[in-house]
């Protein structure tokens, strides 16, 4: 990470506001050791876009017929943010490889991996049913706000995602420090874009795949 890089990321997060905290709101009240997909039997009426939602639904298994809620989701999480959907893909792909019980060794939980503060923080910022971060619908929403959030403050991707990964806390104080961000923390940024590639590829071949054909039907 170059120094200039550093100072002005430095002086963004000196002038930004805390990004934790807050109260959760309220839960359903049911049994906390049970996974909760609870929410997702009430799919929004939006749609999304079919490409997104081929590929939520072979990844997300787990979930039936349910993907098509989170898929929703996504499309309307990223289009509100300003983000690229399959920037979230490839962050849920890393973080869980859609999951939607994993729970890491830091208590993070769920498709997006998310820990107690900062869903909580979202839930109380934002319109959500709960703050439970094992209801997949929460999760996926609660994450790509977070996400957002993250990127408003640091002012650059590969920093929003450092942070997501290691902490906002964390990476202040690293940026704050003389010797900037340790090489350890690019990895996870590194692995998120090489899944957004994979994907781009995915989705690029069946698209050459009728290119070709058309011109050979043009040629005939």
């Known amino acids: 990470m170059n120094l200039s890089l550093r100072f002005t990321a430095a002086a963004v997060l000196a002038a930004s506001p805390a990004l934790l905290g807050g109260n959760p709101s309220p839960g359903r009240g049911t049994d906390p050791t049970q996974p909760i997909h609870a929410t997702l039997r009430r ?42 959907p399959n920037l979230v893909l490839a962050i849920i792909e890393v973080e869980s490889a859609w999951d939607p019980d994993a729970v890491s060794s830091r208590d993070a939980r769920g498709l997006m991996q998310l820990r107690r503060p900062a869903i909580s923080g979202e839930a109380s910022w934002g319109r959500l049913p709960s703050s439970d971060a094992r209801d997949p619908l929460v999760n996926v929403r609660a994450g790509v706000r977070y996400f957002a959030r993250l990127l ?54 069946p698209a050459q795949v009728l290119a070709v054909a058309a011109g050979a039907a043009t040629e005939q």
């Open 43 to 84: 799919a929004p009426a939006a749609g999304s876009p079919a490409w997104l939602e081929r590929t939520v639904c072979d990844r997300a298994a787990d979930l039936g017929e349910s993907c098509i809620a989170i898929a929703v989701a996504v499309s309307e999480e990223a289009e509100l943010a300003g983000l690229d």
């Open 152 to 205: 408003r403050r640091f002012q650059d991707p590969e920093l929003a995602l450092v942070a997501y990964n290691a902490g906002p806390n964390r990476l202040a104080a690293y940026l704050r420090a003389e010797s900037g961000v340790p090489d350890r923390f690019w990895e996870y940024p590194r692995r998120v874009r090489r899944e957004e590639r994979r994907l781009r590829a995915r989705l690029a071949a």
